[in-house]
């Protein structure tokens, strides 16, 4: 069965410096999606160091514990997470490899783009039309929160 695919975009009015930090800074989410109404209810990091290729966290989310990590990273144009979701017995639910990629589209602007992929297992993949609109509508909080998280900041230009 084919994976769940979309892309959402967005214009940020910052550099693409700060939009890729404030993207891989993992418990930084909590800041910025809080109040959202997200499923995103806690992130931490759990693996040492700066965030890269390979660095691990948990998401805390209304639907429970999820852990994942960075698949790829290329600073300061691309990111792509991998999480997953498995039964009490082990079985792999879901998967999702949420990505950004970032290009610098003007003095003090950055286009994101946020490609969504998703991939049900087993009896989960049943409720695909679901899965999608629900993946959608949580993807797009997250691209609005982000833009939003520069456009109420201090000292800028619309907060």
């Known amino acids: 069965m084919k994976p769940i695919e979309f892309e959402i975009q967005r214009r940020v009015q910052a550099p693409i410096d700060e ?3 404030r993207i891989v800074d993992i418990e930084g989410y909590n800041e910025w999606m809080a109040n959202t109404g997200s499923m995103l209810k ?4 759990t693996s040492p ?3 890269t290729v390979g660095t691990t966290y948990v998401e805390e989310t209304s639907q429970g514990s999820q852990p994942g990590e960075i698949a790829e990273m290329e600073a300061p144009q691309t990111i792509v997470y ?8 082990g079985k792999l639910q879901f998967e999702g490899w949420p ?5 610098s589209s003007g003095p003090g602007e950055t286009l ?8 049900s297992y087993g009896i989960w993949r ?10 959608i509508k949580e993807r797009t909080i997250t691209v609005d929160a982000l833009k939003s998280s520069f456009e109420n900041a201090p000292g800028s230009s619309s907060g």
């Open 19 to 21: 939009v890729f930090a």
């Open 42 to 45: 806690h992130v931490r990091q």
């Open 49 to 51: 160091g700066e965030p």
């Open 82 to 89: 991998h999480w997953w979701q498995t039964s009490k017995s």
């Open 99 to 103: 990505s950004f990629q970032l290009q």
């Open 112 to 119: 994101v783009r946020h490609r969504g992929k998703l991939v």
């Open 126 to 135: 049943l409720g695909k039309p679901l899965w999608r609109r629900f993946a």
